[in-house]
């Protein structure tokens, strides 16, 4: 098990220095920021559908962007930038599903749960496009699909209940969803890289980039670095409960 094999690691290092370890240690975590500059340019590729068990989806979206043109493809690479700093310092190692600023398009939604799977847990960043009027984050996790996500579903709904806990606790920050799920949670069955994950994972849609508030803050470096923050903390708390 990953959790008796971290413990293990983490308890001979204490003994050989003395010191504690960071905390994610022996951990890996892949960050999936969502979209990619070169989706808008490749349409046919990203609208190519792709097959796997139960899912039927287009490759990949261009995604939305603020009313200043922002696109979201900007702000998750940002954040999975100042995301995975963090969560080194904490000592786990950071996989990322595409480079920060990359021109390339894509990876499919099939090649990002891949990747994920590669890793002991992933998080899968984004913003949304809803009305304008609406605004708040919410936190997808993967609904129970038969042969595919019963393996997941309870350590996942662990995981989206720490990120939903750390993001409404920033104060001045995004608060929950008016407008998806419930209480800062959502649950999903028809979205690929939740449901072809075989580790725990969560989808975070930070904010509506169409809502003129919440578009100051997810563009905001400074907001970014306290969402960051948040992020590796709620994994660091779903990691120590996994310990237990």
Known sequence: MLSAATAALAASLVAATGAPTPAL?????????????????????????VERGPIRKACDTAGTSTNAGVPE????????????????AQGATV????????????????TRA???????????????????????????????VRGYTGDISTRSLALATQV???????RGGIPPSTYAGRDGIDVRTDLGGLTLSDVPKVMVEHGNMRNAVD???LTSPAEQERVAAA???????????ELR
């Open 164 to 170: 939903r806990d750390g993001l409404r606790a920033l």
């Open 114 to 144: 891949d990747l994920g799977n590669r890793a002991n847990v992933s998080i899968s960043l984004h913003a949304d496009g809803a009305p304008p009027g609406a605004r708040g984050f919410h936190v997808i996790r993967p609904g129970f």
């Open 231 to 241: 992020l590796t903390a709620a994994l660091v708390r779903w990691h120590a409960a």
């Open 95 to 110: 996989t990322f599903t595409r480079a920060n600023g990359a021109p390339t398009w894509g990876p499919c939604v099939t």
């Open 73 to 88: 493809w900007r702000f998750t690479g940002q954040l999975a930038t100042r995301l995975g700093r963090r969560l080194r």
């Open 215 to 217: 578009a100051r803050l």
């Open 25 to 49: 240690t022996g951990v890996v975590v892949n960050v999936d920021p969502g979209h990619n500059p070169g989706n808008a340019a490749h349409a046919s590729q990203i609208n190519r559908i």
